[in-house]
T-cell receptor, first 112, second 115 residues
Framework: KNQVEQSPQSLIILEGKNCTLQCNYTVSPFSNLRWYKQDTGRGPVSLTIMTFSENTKSNGRYTATLDADTKQSSLHITASQLSDSASYICVVIWGGYQKVTFGIGTKLQVIP | DAGVIQSPRHEVTEMGQEVTLRCKLISGHNSLFWYRQTMMRGLELLIYFNNNVPIDDSGMPEDRFSAKMPNASFSTLKIQPSEPRDSAVYFC?????????????FGPGTRLTVL
């Protein structure tokens, strides 16, 4: 069982619509959580970094939430654009900042 | 300011051959990470350097893999001998400070195909 699970695996939405991606983790002790966006054929780019004390963090149309008690995070994309088509990867840093575990990612396709 | 530079961008080789992947860090950064990405397993951390010193190589799959950081701005990842199961995209990332908790900046990756 993956220690960082993302859902859904893939998602297709219409341009302009909102969507929410989920990340659930089991690793402990938690240090921080990051969401990355990875365009096809490119390296991941950081969207947000969240520490234990942060519940919500926004980066433009991207809003990440974190519930450290239930070990769940979500990434909400508002008013999606075609350029949002990418894989979104959740990463958890844990074990006193000594360990890093990646989710497999959610592949998002935004269609006109 | 240039980001992380990786070369080559694509590499096709035959099983048993030696492969060397290269990475140049962002100027001023002192931590470097090598990752491997496959469809089945996603991103996996292979090794992490801080100030040229390997800190954590627990992700290196086996002795066929080795990584060096001969100076503060450059690193190599070598696979010898290569096998078809090594086919993947290899990323390096640099960070402005030590530790896995800091933001990492990824290079464009090297797509390796071992026939």
């Amino acid at each position: 069982k993956n220690q960082v699970e993302q859902s859904p695996q893939s998602l297709i939405i219409l341009e302009g619509k909102n969507c929410t991606l989920q990340c659930n983790y089991t690793v402990s002790p938690f240090s921080n959580l990051r969401w990355y966006k990875q365009d096809t054929g490119r390296g991941p780019v950081s969207l947000t970094i969240m520490t234990f004390s942060e519940n919500t963090k926004s980066n433009g149309r991207y809003t990440a939430t974190l519930d450290a008690d239930t070990k769940q995070s979500s990434l909400h994309i508002t008013a999606s654009q075609l350029s949002d088509s990418a894989s979104y990867i959740c990463v958890v840093i844990w074990g006193g900042y000594q360990k890093v575990t990646f989710g497999i990612g959610t592949k998002l396709q935004v269609i006109p | 300011d240039a980001g992380v530079i990786q070369s080559p961008r694509h590499e096709v080789t035959e099983m048993g051959q030696e492969v060397t992947l290269r990475c140049k860090l962002i100027s001023g950064h002192n931590s470097l990470f090598w990752y491997r990405q496959t469809m089945m397993r996603g991103l996996e951390l292979l090794i992490y350097f801080n100030n040229n010193v390997p800190i954590d190589d627990s992700g290196m799959p086996e002795d066929r893999f080795s990584a060096k950081m001969p100076n503060a701005s450059f690193s190599t990842l070598k696979i010898q001998p290569s096998e078809p199961r090594d086919s993947a995209v290899y990323f390096c990332a640099s960070s402005p400070s030590g530790g896995k908790g800091w933001e990492q900046f990824f290079g464009p990756g090297t797509r390796l195909t071992v026939l």
